[in-house]
């Protein structure tokens, strides 16, 4: 490794240790709080919950709170898989993309763990899940010709809704946001400003959308005649620090509300997402590097 590469990576090594240490601190605490307390909304909400059982859904709270729990480890995934990325030459497309998934699950789990929501609410934004996932995979069953069940299983989700008093049409009830509804719906209360912007531009990278890669390139004349060269923007430590500030946080707001349903005991993560904040904080406030 190289003086400057070398340089780049002691400065990198803070900022990769506060991303890998959030992520393994988040997937200790989802196993250690799956189980909400007494007199959280989800544990006052149990009686209520268990009576929308039907044979096709034997625990309807577990079906329930791990349709909020699946996006929670995908983001959570993703947000460590920033961390391994983390070592110089940095690649300047490759982090927006897995930031862009981050903000996609957490936005998804925000949703699914708000809790100023009802039980009934709360379980019909679970099937609604169910839905778009038997749909996706029958889409690929389509594909490759074949009959796995997935639209059985949509028709089934359908039978159980009726069965509890929900309109069960394309979706159960008003249906269910999009990615960009609901990082718009956390932009609403305004600690997010810059999640739409960054969801959108790394959107546009993921599909290969010029102007998404033209945010994080550098154009320069070569000759003459009109020529243009176009190389990826160099990026400094500050930079992805700044980024990097962003994931967390989304993903710290989706863990909050979390919490908040099962009771978990606040001191615990409160100082642990103290620590992470300020831990970035320092980079952010270096000169560029």
Known sequence: MGEELARQDEALRPVR???????????????????????????????????????????????????????????NQHLGALADLMHPPLKPLVDKGLIRVVLDNAARAWWLWDPGIDPRERHRRALNERIYSLREAAKLARELGVDDGAEAGVEEVYRHARA??????????????TATDLIRKMNA?????????YYRSGSAIIHGVAWGFMQVSEVRPV???????????PRGVQDVALDSALAVQVLFDAMARRNTTLGADPRIWDNWVEGAKRNLGKHLSRPRT
């Open 17 to 75: 240790h506060v991303l890998q240490s959030t992520s393994n601190f988040i997937t200790n605490f989802l196993e250690l709080t799956k189980r909400p307390t007494d007199d959280s909304p989800a544990g006052i909400a149990s009686p209520t919950m268990e009576g929308f059982a039907t044979e096709w859904i034997g625990q309807p709270a577990v079906f329930t709170y791990s349709a909020g729990t699946m996006p929670l480890v995908v983001a």
């Open 164 to 177: 509890n008093g929900y309109e069960a049409k394309q979706f159960v009830g008003s249906g269910r946001p």
């Open 189 to 197: 209360g305004s600690r997010q400003p810059a999640a739409m912007a």
């Open 223 to 233: 000759g003459r005649g009109g020529v243009y060269r176009v190389d990826a923007r």
